[in-house]
Each structure stands twice: as structure tokens, then as C-alpha cells.
């Protein structure tokens, strides 16, 4: 048995917004791959295949009391006016750019913090690859309100499933599973720094809405447990930071050991106080094949994420992992991505996934929709 259909939730009003012209890669400029044409391709595949899923353009509003409770008030405040501040002070119409980032060997000796847009755009990002546009914030906003918007469906299906489960007439090796399909990813994105294309964390804001739900109770009694499943070929260091010290969520990544962000994703890097060994990181080599990829995520699932006993599971879905992606890569194949979707279905719990990377336009929605059918059961 497989589920009919998957629900896709997104809004032009994340998808589309935000798009600045250029970035800079090794020292070169370059067009911003992060585009609104990466989410036309899979929305195009997704539309053509209508026996397998459900476009959902409805988007609740939320408001900011789940975001505030990941990212720092002053970091939200900086996004909002930052395009704004830029301009009036001469910045480039392409929108904010940091020219001086503080290095950890350069500290201010006294408390007092810049007032100054270029030494603001410093203290807030990390990199050169998340440029504020005059629409930025209102793209991650409305990503974060779609992702939450699927998040509260997560709860509803989960519920039914369950107790299809307990009468009978629903197998666990079948569970279902919802899409958010929204830009700007927010993986990299830290409680207070956005870099790596990522300004808002929306996976870290949707695991939030969950846990802080007082009527939602786990099988102890206390809040629902999450695993968080990172497939995006570089590590999620916002996500990583965020739930760094606590034991719910579990986060779990597979990314590159030799590429961007660079300074995350160790192996040593376990968690700390009450998050100590809550956070696994599985590094592999940019020559990582099929058979490598799926079977070091079987381990994974069958060695922390299977024994977590999680009420939900949330993957952060980036298929950079693809051999022909343009800005990073290991060795897998199409073919590969429906084998990755029934390794997570095997979990058999309620699955979100939401939207990461991915830069290969020519095949993003195949490899997307890959591991939605493998997910489905339908591949």
C-alpha cells in the first residue's frame, strides 16, 4: 500500500521575492543560484504529477511569536530594516553586503555595538551569500509561516494515522508525509547571524512550534520528540547552534566533510550539557556514490534516529548532493533519490520535509520528486 498524495505547501510570496542579482564565489561574481527558478522547477514536476501530489497555496499566519522563539529579537529587527538602512546610507541596490566581518581574533574591548549598516551587516552574517534585498524579510517570513502552516497539518495527519495504526487498518510502513516547498532555505541560518543563503531557520522554527505546544504530549508525557534528518550536502550549523545544549530535538546530519560552512559539521561535535549526544554528525567524502549515501543513512536511521523514539521526523531536503550540482556534489545519481525517500519512509513516522538546497535546475524536480515517491512508496 502506498499514500495517494502528498500535500505541498507554498506561497509565491516566499518563492518569488526575493532575488538579488549577483553573489560572489572564489573571489568571482556570479549570478545568485539561490533563484526563484530553482522552486519553478520542482513545482513544475510536482505539478505534472498529479496522482502523487496536492498543491497547497493556503498559508496561515503565525505571527512572530514562533520565530522569536529561535532567533534573537535584534537579528529579526536587523532583517527588517537593514535593505532600508542600506540604501539611505549608499549601499548598492543589490542589496546589503557585509565588507568587514568580525574575525574571533578581532574583539571590540569595549560594550558598545555599531550603529553603522556596514558594521551591522558584519555582526549579522557570516558570509557573502545572503544578500538583503527590499524583500527579503518578507520572503522568510512568509517561508517560515508556510513551513509552520504544514507543521500544524503534520500534527492532524499524524494524529490520524495513529490511530489508524492502533485500530488496524493502517501499517506503520506506510506513513505520511507533507512538503514545504519554500526559499529562502534556512538551514545555515543561526539564532542571530543568516549566512548560506539562509535567513530565517525554518525547520529550527517548526521543531520549536511543536515542542512549545502544551496539548501535544509525547509518549512520556512531556513534549513531542523530534528528529531532525539533514540530507543537504553542507551542514546545517543554524540548526546544529540552535538546539545545540538541548536533547529535544534530536539533530542528525550527512554532509561533506571538505566544503562550506567549513568551520561545523565535525564528528566531535556531540552536543553540549543536557544536549550532549542529541547531535550527530556523519562527514563523507565528496567521492560518496549511491550505495554510499544510502547506506550510511540506514545506519544512521537504524543507530540514533530509530532508538530517539521520535513522535515526528523533519528532514531538511537539499538534493545538492546531486554529481552535477553546480556549487557543490558527491557522486549520487538520480536514481539514487527514491532509495534515499524509502529509507526515511521506513521510519514509519508522520515526515515534514522542507526545502534546502539543490542548484542543478536541469534536475532539481526529478531529484526532488525522487525522494518524495521513494517517501510514497510510488517510486
Not at 520565530?67 to 539611505?88: G, N, P
Amino acid at each position: 500500500m502506498s499514500h495517494p498524495l502528498m500535500k505541498v505547501f507554498t506561497s509565491t510570496l516566499c518563492t518569488t521575492l526575493h532575488t538579488p542579482q549577483y553573489e560572489f564565489l572564489s573571489g568571482a561574481q556570479t549570478h545568485y543560484y539561490e533563484s526563484p527558478e530553482r522552486l519553478e522547477a520542482i513545482l513544475q514536476y510536482l505539478t505534472s504529477n498529479p496522482d502523487s501530489f496536492e498543491i497547497m497555496e493556503h498559508v496561515e499566519d503565525f505571527g512572530y511569536e514562533p520565530i522569536k522563539r529561535v532567533h534573537k529579537q535584534d537579528f529579526l529587527e536587523y532583517l527588517k530594516t537593514a535593505y532600508e538602512e542600506w540604501i539611505k546610507e549608499g549601499g548598492h541596490p543589490n542589496g546589503v553586503l557585509p565588507a568587514t566581518i568580525p574575525h574571533f581574533k578581532l574583539a571590540r574591548l569595549g560594550k558598545l555595538r555599531p550603529s553603522n549598516i556596514l558594521a551591522k551587516s558584519g555582526e549579522f552574517c557570516f558570509d557573502l551569500s545572503a544578500v538583503i534585498t527590499k524583500d527579503t524579510f518578507k520572503a522568510a517570513w512568509n517561508a517560515a509561516q508556510v513551513t509552520l502552516t504544514a507543521t500544524k497539518d503534520l500534527v492532524r495527519i499524524s494524529d490520524e494515522f495513529e490511530k489508524s495504526v492502533a485500530a488496524g487498518t493502517v501499517s506503520r510502513e506506510n506513513p505520511p508525509g507533507l512538503y514545504a516547498l519554500v526559499r529562502p532555505p534556512g538551514h545555515h541560518a543561526q539564532s542571530d547571524v543568516c549566512g548560506g543563503y539562509c535567513f530565517m531557520n525554518n525547520v529550527a522554527i517548526a521543531t520549536q512550534w511543536l515542542i512549545d505546544q502544551p496539548d501535544l504530549k509525547g509518549k512520556d508525557g512531556g513534549p513531542k520528540k523530534i528528529a531532525i534528518l539533514d540530507i543537504d550536502f553542507h551542514h546545517g550549523n543554524g540548526t546544529q547552534e540552535i538546539f545545540y545544549t538541548v536533547s529535544n530535538p534530536l539533530y542528525t546530519s550527512l554532509h561533506s566533510n571538505e566544503d562550506y560552512p567549513y568551520f561545523s559539521g565535525s564528528d566531535l561535535e556531540k552536543g553540549e550539557g543536557e544536549g550532549l549526544g542529541f547531535n550527530i554528525n556523519i562527514p563523507l567524502p565528496h567521492t560518496t556514490t549511491d550505495d554510499d549515501y544510502v547506506e550510511t543513512l540506514e545506519k544512521l536511521i537504524k543507530d540514533h534516529v530509530i532508538p530517539y523514539q521520535a513522535d515526528y521526523i523533519i528532514v531538511s531536503l537539499g538534493v545538492d548532493t546531486f554529481k552535477d550540482d553546480p556549487i557543490a556534489g558527491f557522486l549520487v545519481t538520480s536514481e539514487g533519490y527514491p532509495r534515499i525517500g524509502n529509507a526515511i519512509r521506513k521510519i514509519g513516522l508522520p515526515t515534514l520535509f522542507v526545502q534546502e538546497g539543490g542548484y542543478c535546475i536541469e534536475k532539481l524536480g526529478i531529484n526532488v520528486g525522487g525522494i518524495l515517491k521513494g517517501y510514497l512508496g510510488k517510486a
